[in-house]
């Protein structure tokens, strides 16, 4: 395979995933947000490379054998972090795709500690030498409000962690918590760096108030999200909840990067799952919490989020709030901002501009049916767009258009008989239209054709109550013909 895993001993190897990441390049220490990362150049990396994002969480097999990097002729370096973190089945899924990579591809993958990968594919990295490892527990302190301590002492830190930065984060904030720096470096000294990072959260989440650890639990779970979606859920006042969120951030327990401007909520990884693994202990009602936030998560118009890439999800997941909210404005400028980041358009996020825009006041039919055509060209199959794509031809009065989109639902072995109604209607609304404008036999033409739908939909339909209601529509077609043959 053409990669190299990373181990670190005291589990501090960050990469991706971080909320922060430092490239050091020539002499500069360059910060990038995760969102900055996303959008790395080319250049701002290797020369001649592009970078991918692979995130596993978000990912369907599919499309991760079918990311763009299998197809590119490019030369490309890939970073899987924290493998050991994943399931076993997924830990597979990930050598899976390093072996599926083109020649001139490099692909990282990071674990914390290596108990199945050959030494000869394994670097071992160290933490941060000590005059970086100075700079780095001086910046931290003065983050925590902490006084300084002597290069003695830091020296000392740097022993006991072996530099390692989440380790001496750690150990900081169980100082923060009460404990001396001392009594924590002599009680963590030969552990695991994720050990001391969970006593340090336990202390600190002993200390917060019930609603900020309900508030805590639910951003933990859902991994990232907005004020609505997080006000939905928890069902707290404003003012409880911004007190939560204050809580929180005071203690740099969550982070809240933003979509479109406005913000979302986010746990570190490890931070998260550690929370999920104390919720027992925690006092609050975790599983209706659970409950709620998967409610939450499934939408009833089919756009909840799906196992697709990050902005699309976090977007459509934003919009979905807003509309509960009764902000379908709010909700369609979401999913069009999102749409503007992304390097070419995704199906899944047409298909909620499309419903977003049948949501408005004021439906936008044509819009609504632009963003419809797009998305199935792009390849969306989904249900829902039929019936969406069909009631914005209807809505914009193209009654040629709906028979066109129920022919296609057919062609796409959808729901039969509900389809072959739908063309019914449409073939029903031609004859009307033709009949006001004097032209009998195109609207005889017409309801020959919906009888014929309404035939074949009785035939495929089961049960006494389908076969009534089509043989109900089949006598109003046929009183249809009746009249136009008369005229």
């Known amino acids: ?191 695991k760096g994720l050990e001391a990072r969970k006593a340090a959260l336990m202390r600190e989440i002993q200390q917060l108030s019930k609603e900020a650890k309900r508030v805590l639990f639910v951003i933990s779970t859902l991994r990232n999200c907005s004020y609505l979606e997080l006000s939905q859920v928890i069902g707290y006042a404003d003012q409880t909840l911004g007190d939560a969120l204050q809580e929180l951030s005071a203690l740099f327990l969550i982070g809240a990067p933003s979509i479109a401007k406005e913000a979302r909520y986010t746990v ?4 998260a799952l550690l929370v999920i693994e104390l919720a027992p202990t925690l006092g609050i009602d975790h599983t209706a919490l659970v409950a709620a936030t998967k409610r939450s998560r499934s939408d009833a118009i089919g756009l909840g ?60 039919y044509d819009d609504a049916r632009k963003a419809f055509e797009e998305a199935y060209d792009l390849g969306q199959r989904k249900s829902l767009l039929f019936d969406l794509w069909f009631e914005a031809e209807l809505g914009r009065g193209s009654f040629d258009g709906a028979r066109e989109v129920a022919a296609i639902a057919l062609e796409q072995k959808l729901d039969g008989p509900r389809w072959l109604e739908r063309s019914a209607q449409a073939h029903a609304a031609l004859a009307q239209r033709a009949r006001s404008r004097f032209s009998n036999d195109a609207a005889i033409r017409e309801v020959d054709l919906a009888i014929t739908k309404l035939r074949e939909a009785k035939g495929l339909s089961t049960g006494k109550i389908q076969q009534a209601r089509f043989q109900h529509l089949l006598n109003q077609a046929a009183e249809l013909r009746k009249s136009l043959v008369s005229r």
């Open 1 to 191: 395979m053409n990669g190299r895993y990373f181990e670190h001993p005291t589990a501090d190897i960050a990469c991706i995933e971080c909320s922060e990441f430092i490239l050091r390049h020539d002499t500069f220490l360059m910060p990038f947000s995760q969102k900055r990362i996303l959008d790395w150049s080319t250049s701002e990396l290797y020369p001649g490379q592009q970078v991918f994002f692979v995130g596993y969480p978000d990912m369907i097999r599919d499309e991760l054998h079918n990311l763009p990097i299998v197809r590119t002729a490019m030369p490309s370096f890939i970073v899987v972090d924290d493998v050991d973190s994943l399931t076993p089945p997924d830990q597979l899924r990930a050598l899976e795709f390093g072996m599926r990579t083109p020649p001139g591809t490099k692909m990282l993958l990071t674990t914390r500690v290596n108990f199945s990968y050959s030494p000869d594919n394994v670097l071992k990295l160290d933490g941060f030498p000590l005059p970086d490892f100075k700079e780095y527990v001086n910046v931290l302190r003065q983050r925590y409000q902490l006084q300084e301590i002597t290069d003695g002492k830091i020296a000392h830190l740097h022993e006991v962690t072996g530099g390692s930065p989440l380790f001496t984060d750690s150990l900081v904030r169980l100082e923060r918590r009460g404990a001396s720096l001392d009594q924590a470096m002599n009680r963590w000294r030969g552990e």
């Open 305 to 364: 989020l799906q196992k697709r890439s990050s902005v699309v999800g976090l977007a459509i997941s934003e919009a979905i709030a807003r509309l509960k909210d009764g902000d379908s404005k709010g909700a369609l400028d979401v999913v069009l901002a999102a749409g503007k980041k992304l390097s070419r358009p995704h199906p899944d996020l047409l298909l909620a501009v499309g419903r977003f825009n049948l949501h408005l006041s004021v439906p936008n």
């Open 268 to 271: 570190e990884p490890n931070t």
